[in-house]
Nanobody, 122 residues
Framework: QVQLVESGGGLVQAGGSLRLSCVAS????????MAWFRRAPGKDREFVGAITQSAGVIYSADVARGRFTCSRDNAKNTVYLYMNVLKPEDTAEYYC???????????????WGQGTQVTVSS
């Protein structure tokens, strides 16, 4: 089992930046692809970005390209989501996930964190 705990969310003004962290426990994250998803109020959870075991990175073109960056530190059992030029429409609960097969589908991930709230004010 892998337990995931996100942190780093909060209230930020439009145009600002945040760094979300996801710390894993129970197992090393090395064998897992790691991803970030988000759920905005009244909307379905959507893919934000992912980073594979080899540290190749996949971004959601509609959401993150040019503004968000995923990274991982296997020694710290931690993954990060760097978010820049935040917009009010980025307001959402952000979730970290781990899975053996990386991708943009929620079904590809077996372990999920509880989420961290990001609120972007205009």
């Amino acid at each position: 089992q892998v337990q995931l705990v996100e942190s780093g969310g909060g209230l930020v003004q439009a145009g600002g930046s945040l760094r979300l962290s996801c710390v894993a426990s129970g197992r090393t994250i090395s064998p897992y692809a790691m991803a970030w998803f988000r759920r905005a109020p009244g909307k379905d959870r959507e893919f934000v970005g992912a980073i594979t075991q080899s540290a190749g990175v996949i971004y959601s073109a509609d959401v993150a390209r040019g503004r968000f960056t995923c990274s991982r530190d296997n020694a710290k059992n931690t993954v990060y989501l760097y978010m820049n030029v935040l917009k009010p429409e980025d307001t959402a609960e952000y979730y970290c996930a781990a899975g053996s097969v990386g991708g943009s589908s929620q079904s590809q991930y077996d372990y999920w964190g509880q989420g961290t709230q990001v609120t972007v004010s205009s």
